[in-house]
């Protein structure tokens, strides 16, 4: 019956409306002041049951809860026969309730979405050797499962036989799908694009990787700040203390009237759920975007930073050295290439994997008589041809002329950093391409973008040479660059940073070897790529490493920051105004402060969710 | 020592998730300190003691509050 009677509360608050509406057609059409009277009271009993219940069920808790209130300021209501107040309370309150849940689940829905990623369902082996559909959570370590194409991976897991291409994007954020062998791993969550896999079970729930992120994001839009914390402790006590006073002032004043509206004007409802609506919101936007805050402490603290620390190698350039300028010598250019790609594709060498990953997917031809030469390159013979790819050492050693126009080229490109290739075909030097690690696309803007929403200062840490990390730097109008810094160097200049210069610095690194410094500096931001150490060291994680969430994650920090100042404020406004009308004012009844009351509940709500939608200005 | 999850209905209110946490904690057998109601999440997290109270008691006390109890694991 109590759970029945729980469970149709938004049908009982649209009986109360239909019976308060009954009510006052028979008395101003029909004159019926009587059947007013009974509608009402009729009214008044539905709609205050199940707030009586939630009442008497808080209380065995030793809670003293708003439904509290709300009886007994009914009940004193029914005292003094005002079955108009009593009927319209119990009816806002219960509409009110329904709105908020309705308005709560939506700034809730960017992370259930998120969750609602995660996998249902497995193809677990059973004792005879088929495989049957089990829920995920039947799933132990060890076990063997069966992925078709076009399912989702449902746990960390080895692959044991078959192979197939997996959609690993939802963890790595790499769009292109990785091939999965045996002995490959393959992650909860992602997609097996095509193909079919047995694999085995390593991790399950909660501890797959997939799974903490989930963990983590649903911990943190439950995390409370110290403000939070303290309107927590404050409502524990703010309820009864409303109680008390509505009993004081009704045993002084004699006037009943006066103290059941005190107990509905206390409500404390906007003040303790507008901080926490602003803060689901806002990591709810985040984790849709890429951007994982750690709580609501994070989130403040993070709106208030002024200097930024950099990684170099994997943060501020991608850590994988790829082909930046490339120059062709003579005809013929198209052959050479290709024989090029033919020779580099035999090689594991980071510059052959750049220079092939530039050509792009050729009709490889046949390689013979393949002579390595140690730091210089390799020769073979190409469609018969002898080619040679490789750094000036080794066309030097097949003595390849080398034109003033490509000496001129070598220089340039040495001198910003490029490691060279060359390749040469019958002797005749084709190709001369320079590869490095390159600054991320976009970087320099995200800078601007970073400073022009109140960071001051820009620094690299690396433990490159001086001479790459200052070029890196002049290229990017960093403020301070250092090379040769170890990453315990890297945490004690950021402590130098916080603590002797009083600076709120925020650390973006890779999250693997930089623990010290995300752990030192104020907000310690990893630039995961789904790595569970990432996940762990630091305050906020830009998923899929990329670097252009940085601004956003910076502007939806300060924005969430803003909202819940606006929520508190719009709270304490709510109640000043309302005690104030009880004061001053003649109008100021249990209805009207019911509405207001149910109002501003809404209204922090619906502010909340406006960070949903936050996104960066484009240009700025 | 047993860990629990407990996925609630949607939690509408803060006070709910103080009257959760004050139910599973006044159930002897549950580790007081463990008790973590996540009231946007709406899941309960607890640790308890299987020779003193089971799972079904303890989501029972939860569904007598009248929250609707969705799921629950241990683990």
Same mark, same amino acid.
């Given at each position: 019956?109590?759970?029945?009677?729980?469970?149709?509360?938004?049908?009982?608050?649209?009986?109360?409306?239909?019976?308060i509406g009954?009510a006052?057609?028979?008395? *101003?059409?029909?004159?019926?002041?009587?059947?007013?009277?009974?509608?009402?009271?009729?009214?008044?009993?539905?709609?205050v049951?199940?707030?009586?219940?939630?009442?008497?069920?808080?209380l065995?808790?030793?809670?003293?809860?708003?439904?509290? *209130?709300?009886?007994?300021?009914?009940?004193?209501?029914?005292?003094?026969?005002?079955?108009?107040?009593?009927?319209?309370?119990?009816?806002l309150?219960?509409?009110?309730?329904?709105?908020?849940?309705?308005?709560?689940?939506?700034?809730?829905?960017?992370?259930?979405?998120?969750?609602?990623?995660?996998?249902?369902?497995?193809?677990? /082996?059973?004792?005879?050797?088929?495989?049957?559909?089990?829920?995920?959570?039947?799933?132990?370590?060890?076990?063997?499962?069966?992925?078709?194409?076009?399912?989702?991976?449902?746990?960390?897991?080895?692959?044991?036989?078959?192979?197939?291409? !997996?959609?690993e994007?939802?963890?790595?954020?790499?769009?292109?799908?990785?091939?999965k062998?045996?002995?490959?791993?393959?992650?909860?969550?992602?997609?097996?694009?095509?193909?079919?896999?047995?694999?085995?079970?390593d991790?399950?729930?909660?501890?797959?990787?997939?799974?903490?992120?989930?963990?983590?994001?649903?911990?943190? /839009?439950?995390?409370?700040?110290?403000?939070?914390?303290?309107?927590?402790?404050?409502?524990?006590?703010?309820?009864?203390?409303?109680l008390?006073?509505?009993?004081?002032?009704?045993?002084?004043?004699?006037?009943?009237?006066?103290?059941?509206?005190?107990?509905v004007?206390?409500?404390?409802?906007?003040?303790?759920?507008?901080?926490?609506?602003?803060?689901?919101?806002?990591?709810?936007?985040?984790?849709?975007?890429g951007?994982?805050?750690?709580?609501?402490?994070?989130?403040?603290?993070?709106?208030?930073?002024?200097?930024?620390?950099?990684?170099?190698?994997?943060?501020?350039t991608?850590?994988?050295?790829?082909?930046?300028?490339?120059?062709?010598?003579?005809?013929?250019?198209?052959?050479?290439?290709?024989?090029?790609?033919?020779?580099?594709?035999?090689?594991?060498?980071?510059?052959?994997?750049?220079?092939?990953?530039?050509?792009?997917?050729?009709?490889?031809?046949?390689?013979?008589g393949?002579?390595?030469?140690?730091?210089?390159? %390799?020769?073979?013979?190409?469609?018969?041809?002898?080619?040679?790819?490789?750094?000036?050492?080794?066309?030097?050693?097949?003595?390849?002329?080398?034109?003033?126009?490509?000496?001129?080229?070598?220089?340039?490109?040495?001198?910003?950093?490029?490691s060279?290739? #060359?390749a040469?075909?019958?002797?005749?030097?084709?190709?001369?391409?320079?590869?490095r690690?390159?600054?991320?696309?976009?970087v320099?803007?995200?800078?601007?973008?970073?400073?022009?929403?109140?960071?001051?200062?820009?620094?690299?840490?690396?433990?490159?040479?001086?001479?790459?990390?200052?070029?890196?730097?002049?290229?990017?109008?960093?403020?301070?660059?250092?090379?040769?810094?170890?990453?315990?160097?890297?945490?004690?200049?950021?402590?130098?940073?916080?603590?002797?210069?009083?600076?709120?610095?925020?650390? !973006?690194?890779?999250?693997?070897?930089?623990?010290?410094?995300?752990?030192?500096?104020? %907000?310690?931001?990893? #630039?995961?790529?789904?790595?569970?150490?990432?996940?762990?060291?630091?305050?906020?994680?830009?998923?899929?490493?990329?670097?252009?969430k940085?601004?956003?994650a910076?502007?939806?920090?300060k924005?969430?920051?803003?909202?819940?100042?606006?929520?508190?404020? %719009?709270?304490?406004?709510?109640?000043?105004?309302?005690?104030?009308?009880?004061?001053?004012?003649?109008? #100021?009844? #249990?209805?009207?402060?019911?509405?207001?009351?149910?109002?501003?509940?809404?209204?922090?709500?619906?502010?909340?969710?406006?960070?949903l939608?936050?996104?960066?200005?484009?240009?700025? | 020592?047993?860990?629990? =999850?407990?996925?609630?209905? =949607?939690?509408?209110?803060?006070?709910?998730?103080?009257?959760?946490?004050?139910?599973?904690?006044?159930?002897?057998?549950?580790?007081?300190?463990?008790?973590?109601?996540?009231?946007?999440?709406?899941?309960?997290?607890?640790?308890?003691?299987?020779?003193?109270?089971?799972?079904?008691?303890?989501?029972?006390?939860?569904?007598?509050?009248?929250?609707?109890?969705?799921?629950?694991? =241990?683990?």
């Amino acid at each position: 019956m109590k759970r029945f009677i729980l469970k149709s509360k938004s049908r009982i608050a649209l009986l109360c409306a239909l019976l308060i509406g009954a009510a006052f057609a028979s008395k *101003l059409m029909f004159g019926k002041e009587e059947a007013a009277v009974l509608l009402l009271v009729a009214a008044s009993v539905l709609g205050v049951a199940p707030i009586v219940i939630q009442a008497i069920e808080a209380l065995k808790v030793k809670v003293v809860s708003i439904d509290l *209130l709300v009886t007994i300021a009914v009940l004193g209501a029914f005292v003094i026969r005002n079955f108009e107040e009593s009927a319209i309370v119990t009816f806002l309150f219960l509409f009110g309730a329904f709105l908020e849940q309705r308005t709560l689940n939506k700034t809730r829905s960017a992370i259930k979405e998120l969750v609602e990623m995660a996998p249902q369902t497995a193809l677990k /082996q059973n004792k005879d050797g088929d495989f049957e559909k089990v829920d995920v959570d039947e799933v132990d370590v060890g076990d063997v499962l069966l992925v078709k194409t076009g399912a989702k991976i449902p746990v960390d897991g080895t692959v044991l036989s078959g192979e197939g291409y !997996v959609n690993e994007a939802s963890i790595t954020g790499e769009p292109l799908p990785v091939l999965k062998e045996k002995g490959a791993f393959v992650y909860a969550g992602t997609i097996l694009d095509n193909g079919t896999i047995q694999i085995v079970a390593d991790r399950v729930g909660e501890d797959t990787t997939f799974g903490k992120i989930i963990e983590l994001v649903e911990e943190a /839009q439950d995390s409370k700040s110290k403000v939070e914390r303290f309107i927590d402790r404050f409502a524990r006590y703010y309820t009864p203390a409303v109680l008390l006073i509505g009993l004081v002032v009704g045993a002084f004043t004699r006037d009943l009237e006066l103290a059941v509206t005190i107990l509905v004007l206390g409500c404390p409802g906007a003040l303790v759920i507008g901080v926490p609506v602003s803060n689901v919101a806002g990591i709810g936007n985040g984790a849709k975007n890429g951007v994982l805050f750690k709580g609501s402490e994070v989130i403040g603290e993070f709106s208030r930073v002024d200097t930024i620390v950099f990684d170099k190698t994997g943060t501020l350039t991608t850590g994988v050295p790829s082909v930046s300028e490339k120059v062709y010598y003579g005809d013929n250019i198209e052959k050479a290439l290709l024989y090029l790609a033919s020779i580099e594709r035999e090689s594991d060498h980071p510059l052959a994997k750049a220079v092939l990953k530039e050509i792009g997917n050729a009709e490889f031809l046949p390689v013979e008589g393949t002579a390595v030469f140690k730091g210089e390159g %390799i020769v073979a013979s190409v469609d018969g041809h002898r080619v040679a790819a490789g750094n000036l050492a080794l066309m030097e050693r097949e003595g390849v002329k080398i034109s003033q126009k490509a000496r001129e080229d070598i220089a340039r490109l040495e001198e910003k950093g490029n490691s060279l290739v #060359m390749a040469a075909v019958d002797g005749e030097l084709k190709i001369l391409m320079g590869v490095r690690d390159q600054i991320r696309p976009g970087v320099k803007e995200n800078l601007i973008n970073l400073k022009k929403m109140g960071v001051k200062d820009f620094i690299m840490l690396s433990g490159d040479n001086k001479g790459t990390v200052e070029k890196v730097s002049r290229e990017l109008g960093l403020t301070e660059a250092h090379g040769n810094m170890l990453p315990e160097d890297k945490a004690d200049f950021i402590r130098r940073l916080t603590d002797d210069k009083g600076r709120v610095v925020a650390f !973006v690194g890779d999250g693997i070897n930089d623990s010290p410094s995300l752990a030192t500096a104020n %907000i310690g931001i990893a #630039m995961g790529r789904g790595t569970d150490v990432a996940i762990e060291t630091s305050d906020v994680v830009l998923m899929n490493s990329d670097f252009s969430k940085l601004p956003h994650a910076l502007g939806l920090a300060k924005a969430t920051a803003r909202n819940m100042r606006q929520n508190i404020y %719009i709270a304490v406004g709510v109640v000043v105004f309302l005690l104030a009308g009880v004061i001053f004012s003649e109008w #100021m009844n #249990m209805s009207v402060g019911m509405f207001v009351h149910e109002g501003s509940i809404l209204a922090v709500i619906l502010n909340g969710m406006r960070l949903l939608r936050f996104k960066l200005k484009k240009k700025i | 020592m047993k860990k629990a =999850t407990i996925q609630l209905e =949607t939690l509408a209110c803060p006070s709910c998730a103080l009257k959760i946490e004050g139910a599973a904690k006044a159930l002897d057998g549950v580790v007081k300190d463990s008790v973590k109601v996540l009231f946007n999440a709406s899941k309960v997290k607890l640790e308890f003691y299987e020779s003193k109270v089971s799972l079904e008691d303890i989501v029972k006390a939860i569904e007598a509050l009248g929250y609707e109890v969705v799921k629950w694991q =241990t683990n």
